[in-house]
């Protein structure tokens, strides 16, 4: 059985830092795309960094160069390190993994309960 635990959300002043971490449990073996999303009150949940097992990182555009997205296959972690941190981020951030071919969960996906993160002063 595959949980994802989050850790690392909370309460930021603007132009803060924060880093979120995820651990992928369950003996999962190969994980192609390790990801984290964001959702805003009102708004569709939204991608915010994904990277795959090779460390081919993709970002979303209003994170670009103020998030940086980490993975650790031997850990089978995902970390996003934010910085500059806006009001507009406030969102609860799900942790997602697709885990990869050979793996007893290949075709499946997984979340992440969600972690929140508020940017306030």
């Known amino acids: 059985q595959v949980k994802l635990a989050e850790s690392g959300g909370g309460l930021v002043r603007p132009g803060g830092s924060l880093r979120l971490s995820c651990e992928a449990q369950?003996?999962?073996?190969?994980?192609?795309?390790m990801a984290w999303y964001r959702q805003a009150p009102g708004k569709e949940r939204e991608l915010v960094a994904t990277i795959d097992e090779n460390d081919t990182a993709v970002y979303g555009d209003s994170v670009k160069g103020r998030f940086t997205i980490f993975r650790d296959n031997r850990k089978s972690t995902v970390d996003l390190q934010m910085s500059s941190l806006q009001a507009e981020d406030t969102a609860v951030y799900y942790c997602?993994?697709?885990?990869?071919?050979?793996?007893?969960?290949?075709?499946?996906?997984?979340w992440g309960q969600g972690t929140q993160v508020t940017i306030s002063s």
């Open positions: 369950g003996s999962i073996f190969r994980i192609d795309e």
């Open positions: 997602y993994i697709r885990p990869g071919y050979g793996s007893r969960y290949y075709g499946y996906d997984y």
